[in-house]
Nanobody, 120 residues
């Protein structure tokens, strides 16, 4: 089983920045994708940003130009730099990792989340 531990959440004012980190436990499986999702109060979980093992990234339209996802593959870590934060970014942010399939083992893992609160 892979464990994911997020950190970096907190309370900030609109316009400020935060950097989230997620460290995954070491694995011998290929990591295909590392991503951040978020769940805002009363809303469905949504993909915020993802980075794939070929280096490509994708972002939710609402965060393009403000958030940047990056990874340190050697240390199984993914980051989310969040700039120009808005109150609507308030949510619990969850780390997600997809690994190569293996019989009888999950290929998707989730962190427990880190809370981000942005006040106006």
């Amino acid at each position: 089983q892979m464990r994911l531990v997020e950190s970096g959440g907190g309370m900030v004012q609109a316009g400020e920045s935060l950097r989230l980190s997620c460290v995954a436990s070491a694995t011998d499986r290929t990591i295909n994708t590392m991503a951040w999702h978020r769940r805002a109060p009363g809303k469905e979980r949504e993909l915020v940003a993802a980075i794939h093992n070929d280096g490509t990234t994708n972002y939710a339209d609402s965060v393009k130009g403000r958030f940047t996802i990056s990874s340190d593959n050697a240390n199984y870590t993914v980051y989310l730099q969040m700039d120009s934060l808005r109150p609507e970014d308030t949510a619990v942010y969850h780390c997600y990792v997809q690994v190569s399939p293996r019989p009888y083992s999950p290929s998707e893992y989730w962190g427990r989340g880190t809370r981000v609160t942005v006040s106006s």
